[in-house]
Structure formats: C-alpha cells, structure tokens
C-alpha cells in the first residue's frame, strides 16, 4: 500500500535555529498537508497545497513557516527561527482528491526544540 | 468555522466487549466528510473509517461501524469485539469545502483484558 514518508522521524534542534521537516507524499496525490501536534493535544492544521502553491493556512502557520515542493516528489516545511513552543509532532499528509477519500499521513516528525 | 467536539477525554471496555465513542460537530455545509483516526503510541495517524454526509446509510469496515446522525450533527464509532490492539487514542475528523480536516480533542480508549 502506498505511504507518505517522513523524515526525520526525530529532531532536536536549538532555539532560533532553522529546521526543514520532510516528505514524500503518495504519488499521484495532489493535495499536501501539514498538521501539527502538540503533546497531549488535539492534531491542529497548519497549511495546505495544491497545484504548486498555499491554498489555506491557518493562523498557526506565520511568516515564521514556509512550505515548498522543490521537485516532483518532495514537499517540506521549513521553520525559519525555532521556538520552544514549536515542539510537536508534525505530520505531513497527502489526498488525491482534497478530501473526499481520505488523507493518508505520514509517521510524524518528532520536533524538540532546546 | 467548523467545530469538532469529543466529550469523552478516555473510555474503557472489557476486551470481545463492545465500546461507543461519541463525536459531535457544528457546521453550516451539506457536502462534507467525516472520519475516524486512530493514533497509537507510536502516535501514527491511522484511519479506521469515512463517511460521506449526503449518504445516509451508515459505514461499516469490519468491526468499526458509525452511528451518523445528520440532523443531529452526531457521529459514533461503535467498535465491536474490542481487541488488545484497539487501545489509541482516537480522534474524530472533519472535512468540508476548505478540503482540509479539522479535528477533536480526541478520546483514550483502553482496552482491559
């Protein structure tokens, strides 16, 4: 079965440093999605892609974040300036059709910012 | 916007016992999608279930069957013959126009043997 992949699966990274979470979303899947998730908290939206660029965010995703898909396969996001309540699980997420069917995840990204 | 809402932050069920998490949500669209995850302690998002809003009959995958109640803006996972396996955290989703998933709070399900 097709999977979305993530890595790394575990970083640990200094305050104020810049970090670049990545995936490999299901091939031919359109619609790319990272969620954040905070320890014992509910998974939160971050923000949304299709055909090569943002489509929604939400207010947790500032200036301090940024999403690309440098080529036909990867999709990252990058957090320019870390902070301490930036520590979460962060889950990329792919769908073919935006929704309907089903978005696959990845196995998260375990976030430790020092 | 769309709202979410998991009132039972844990529940418990004797295992081959059956179990009903409940979900209800708040939205002013007709055309949506609702789901269930599982997140083990792996803390993988697994999903157990989908169901489409305009159709009524209820989905059923092997022993995860939902309750949905459109009027009512409910909907249950019933899990059936609870299974060791089955302990997760499970959270209720919802998908309308904006194409991306808001969820609950999530509910701790634990399985005693």
């Known amino acids: 079965e097709p999977e979305v992949t993530q890595t790394p699966s575990h970083q640990v990274t200094q305050m104020g440093q810049e970090v670049i979470l990545r995936c490999v979303p299901i091939?031919?899947?359109?619609?790319f999605y990272w969620y954040r998730q905070i320890l014992g908290q509910k998974v939160e939206f971050l923000v949304s892609?299709?055909?090569?660029?943002?489509?929604?965010k939400s207010e947790i995703f500032d200036d301090q974040f940024s999403v690309e898909r440098p080529d036909g396969s990867n999709f990252t996001l990058k957090i320019r300036s870390t902070k301490l309540e930036d520590s979460a699980m962060y889950f990329c997420?792919?769908?073919?059709?935006?929704?309907?069917?089903?978005?696959?995840f990845g196995s998260g990204t375990r976030l430790t910012v020092v | 916007a769309q709202t979410v809402t998991q009132s039972q932050p844990e529940m418990s069920v004797q295992e081959a016992e059956t179990v009903t998490l409940s979900c209800t949500y708040d939205?002013?669209?007709?055309?949506?999608?609702l789901f269930w995850y599982k997140q083990p302690p792996s803390r993988q998002m697994i999903l157990v279930i989908r169901?489409?809003?305009?159709?009524?009959q209820n989905a059923t995958e092997n022993r995860f069957s939902v309750n949905f109640q459109k009027a009512a803006k409910s909907f249950s996972l019933k899990i059936s013959d609870s299974q060791l396996g089955d302990a997760a955290m499970y959270f209720c989703?919802?998908?309308?126009?904006?194409?991306?998933?808001?969820f609950g709070s999530g509910t701790q399900l634990t399985v005693l043997p």
């Open positions: 997420a792919s769908s073919w059709t935006g929704g309907g069917y089903g978005y696959t």
């Open positions: 091939s031919n899947h359109l619609y």
């Open positions: 892609f299709y055909n090569n660029e943002i489509s929604e």
């Open positions: 939205t002013s669209e007709s055309d949506y999608y």
């Open positions: 169901q489409e809003a305009y159709k009524q």
């Open positions: 989703a919802y998908s309308g126009s904006a194409r991306q998933l808001t």
